[in-house]
């Protein structure tokens, strides 16, 4: 059984830093691009970032690109989103994604599995 479990997620104010943690079970992690989404209150998914675990190669979003960084751990089948710099706009719930295949995909259809979600809430 495929899971992607987030954990890390909390409330934390403008300015601060979080590290979200997705832990991934039941499928090849190397065979993956794993990425980060995020859904605001009202606003359409949108790709954060994403990383391909064969090579560790990156992207991101113009949005958080120098102020988040992915990165992961594939001895532990781990993703990680380290987010500095937090601001109000950066408020969403958080979502890690698997998709199978290369390259460095940014659109939500083109993830095969999801995690639940984590909450993270960003004050001024």
């Not at 987030?6 to 992690?29: D, H, I, K, N, Y």
């Not at 109000?88 to 719930?93: I, K, L, S």
Request: include cysteine.
């Amino acid at each position: 059984e495929v899971q992607l479990v987030e954990s890390g997620g909390g409330l934390v104010q403008a300015g601060g830093s979080l590290r979200l943690s997705c832990a991934a079970s039941g499928f090849t992690f190397a065979d993956y691009v794993m990425g980060w989404f995020r859904q605001a209150p009202g606003k359409e998914r949108e790709g954060v970032a994403c990383i391909m675990s064969s090579d560790g190669s990156t992207f991101y979003a113009n949005s958080v690109k120098g102020r988040f960084t992915i990165s992961s751990d594939n001895t532990k089948n781990t993703v990680y989103l380290q987010m500095n710099s937090l601001k109000p706009e950066d408020t969403a719930v958080y979502y890690c994604a698997a998709h199978l295949g290369l390259g460095h995909p940014t659109e939500e259809y083109e993830y095969d599995y999801w995690g639940q979600g984590t909450q993270v809430t960003v004050s001024s």
